[in-house]
């Protein structure tokens, strides 16, 4: 029977990242497309001798394939739930799935769990999937089928948020709701042992920002009779563990309203007062103009300021321009915590901004901890770009 997979060729030499085993085959690899193809197919990439490399996911632009097997397989139902099932199985090697104070966690981190194009957060029995390429949008039933066969009576419902995550130009669908089950998109999910209310159809990302979890609790061991300022604070989740570490005083500032509000109740939920926390909405910039020696604790968590190469020398200037402002505003003997999500952005580059902005205010600063995601957003160590998430944790003098 004929390959039903259209064939990618590589130019010689090209097929060397792949026997490294790196998930992309960039366009410029390409030696010849061997048949019709279409965005979001399944091919088979060859080198220029005819040995097989890998299967992957096609897409038009720079990264032409998203190679989910280095093995020739037959890429069906019962291959998907394999692979989703190896996932689940890593969250419970860590401690999450299972876990009697946290009901929140990723169980699917696109590369770093081989599934190119695909994130998938668990919260509290509703998976909230979010799709970056065709090739997984064409699956999504046959990824529904495996979460539900995996995670039994402990998932609820799925929702697909993958509106604003699709390619812009694919031609398919591009919408948000339910695959599986319902709700009213507004969950209360618990970590470690903190409670959250959690606006999936709304709210940033898939709902909550999964990946600052140990960070936060690290935070929390240093809050004790601090005032604390939480910039691009979102839904309060470092200020609500600031507060149950002993924070004297906790103030939440980000632009969005509605984020704001979501601060104000899940501050409540947790049985804090308002007479300890204070939640702004106003710009960064602005707020921080005001703020000069005024916090014991600093948390920067900015969006990403650079998305593209072409955007990252802009970028390091806004860390510079940030953090100097926030160092200014710490009072000798305070904490930062300053963190980057932009994946252009090096650890290296990241810290000479920082660095950067301390001699600029003329502060002297030392590394508490250098901070990072955490374990269940692996990062495959042939893949170093999954790694978005750095920070740092420094003491000021």
Same mark, same amino acid.
């Given at each position: ?39 979001? +197919?399944?091919?088979? $990439? ?19 394939? !998203? ?16 692979? $989703? !099932? ?24 696109? %590369? ?8 998938? +957060? ?52 591009? #919408? ?18 903190? &409670? ?52 004297? &005083? ?17 501050? %409540? ?33 900015? /969006? ?27 009072? /000798? ?6 963190? #980057? ?9 990241? !810290? ?13 600063? &030392? ?31």
């Amino acid at each position: 029977m004929a390959d039903p997979f259209t064939k990618i060729i590589l130019r010689t030499g090209k097929e060397q990242s792949l026997l490294r085993f790196h998930p992309w085959v960039f366009s410029g690899a390409i030696k010849k497309i061997d048949g019709a193809v279409k965005e979001g +197919d399944c091919v088979k $990439v060859y080198d220029g001798k005819g040995q097989f490399l890998a299967m992957g996911h096609y897409q038009p632009g720079t990264i032409a394939v !998203r190679v989910f097997s280095f093995e020739d397989v037959t890429p069906g139902q019962a291959f998907w739930t394999a692979k $989703v !099932r190896r996932a689940f199985a890593y969250r419970e090697r860590i401690g999450l799935a299972g876990s009697e104070n946290t009901s929140v966690f990723r169980l699917v981190n696109a %590369e770093g769990d081989y599934f190119p194009g695909l994130v998938a +957060d668990f919260y509290n029995g509703t998976l909230v999937m979010q799709m970056h390429s065709v090739g997984m949008y064409l699956l999504q039933d046959t990824l529904v089928n495996a979460f539900r066969e995996v995670l039994g009576s402990d998932l609820k419902a799925v929702f697909s948020k993958s509106e604003a995550t699709l390619p812009f130009r694919a031609d398919v669908p591009k #919408s948000n709701g339910y695959l599986y089950g319902a709700g009213d998109g507004e969950l209360e999910i618990q970590e470690n042992g903190l &409670r959250f209310l959690v606006d999936i159809q709304q709210g940033q990302k898939t709902g909550f920002f999964i990946d600052q979890r140990e960070n936060r609790k690290l935070l929390k061991h240093f809050a004790k009779g601090s005032e604390v300022l939480n910039m691009f604070g979102y839904t309060g989740g470092f200020s609500v563990y600031a507060l149950s570490g002993g924070a004297k &005083r906790v103030v939440s500032v980000d632009s969005s309203g509605p984020a704001i509000a979501l601060t104000r109740r899940n501050v %409540e939920l947790n049985g804090f007062s308002h007479a300890t926390h204070e939640a702004v909405e106003a710009d960064a910039f602005e707020y921080l103009k005001n703020a000069s020696n005024a916090f014991d604790l600093i948390v920067l968590d900015p /969006p990403a300021f650079a998305k593209h190469n072409e955007a990252l020398h802009q970028a390091l200037k806004g860390y510079q321009r940030l953090n100097a402002m926030a160092i200014d505003a710490i009072r /000798p003997g305070g904490i930062l915590f300053t963190f #980057s999500c932009s994946q252009v952005v090096s650890r290296l580059h990241f !810290r000479q901004a920082v660095f950067g902005a301390a001699a600029q205010v003329k502060r002297k600063v &030392r590394i508490l901890h250098q901070l990072a995601q955490p374990p269940d957003h692996p990062v495959d160590i042939c893949h170093p770009e999954g790694e978005y998430l750095k920070g740092l944790a420094l003491y000021v003098e």
